[in-house]
């Protein structure tokens, strides 16, 4: 599972060197097929990350994005960011990231020995992935599963799922979850995906 979630690192262009169809109402009620709103992108290393009404509040200088809104658009632009950030920190950067973005327990001490053991030289801009939108398969007030969508410069599509957690006021990747970082080739994008468009 953290080795997935590393491999995603040579998924979205980087170069190391080494050292179910959910319903469209949650728990609460809550539409989970409703899109963020007054979407902007902001430019992650060769790729975008979504920024709107529903988050992120703040992206900091080592390029960790927080605050985002306790609901399933939160959710949904909370994976959208989190592991691409992850991903694409550079070498001085990825240790605030990591503690500001993904929930402490043993998967999360993996990914940071492994990150640890590599330096990054470049992002291939060609292999970046192109954010699309997501979809929610599961979603309570306290965790949330959600599939990301991306296309690459080659027509490919992908879809990745992020297991999320509401955690000290924020939205967080659990890299314990069984299915975290799982990424699979796929035809089309889902018509239940929720597009993130700019606005």
């Not at 709103?37 to 009404?53: E, H, R, S």
């Not at 080659?154 to 990745?160: A, C, F, L, N, R």
């Not at 939205?171 to 080739?185: P, Q, R, Y």
């Amino acid at each position: 599972m953290v080795a997935a979630m590393v491999a995603g690192l040579v998924a979205a262009g980087v170069t190391v060197a080494g050292c179910s169809s959910p319903d469209d109402q949650g728990e609460s009620g809550v539409d989970v097929s409703a899109p963020p709103t007054n979407v902007t992108w902001q430019q992650v290393g060769p790729a975008q990350a979504p920024k709107a009404d529903q988050g992120p509040v703040k992206t900091g200088s080592s390029g960790e994005a927080v605050g985002f809104e306790h609901s399933p658009q939160g959710v949904g632009l909370a994976a959208m960011n989190t592991p691409l950030r992850v991903a694409l920190a550079g070498d001085q950067s990825w240790p605030v990231v990591i503690r500001e973005s993904v929930v402490p327990n043993r998967a999360r001490d993996e990914l940071v020995n492994d990150r640890a053991a590599y330096q990054v030289t470049e992002f291939d801009r060609d292999l970046a992935p192109q954010l699309a939108g997501y979809r929610i398969t599961d979603y309570t007030d306290a965790a949330a599963g959600v599939e990301v969508f991306a296309s690459y410069s080659d027509q490919s599509k992908s879809s990745s799922f992020y297991q999320m957690v509401w955690s000290s006021g924020d939205w967080k990747l659990d890299l314990s979850a069984d299915k975290a970082g799982t990424v699979s080739s796929i035809d089309q994008f889902p018509d239940e995906m929720v597009k993130v468009a700019k606005a």
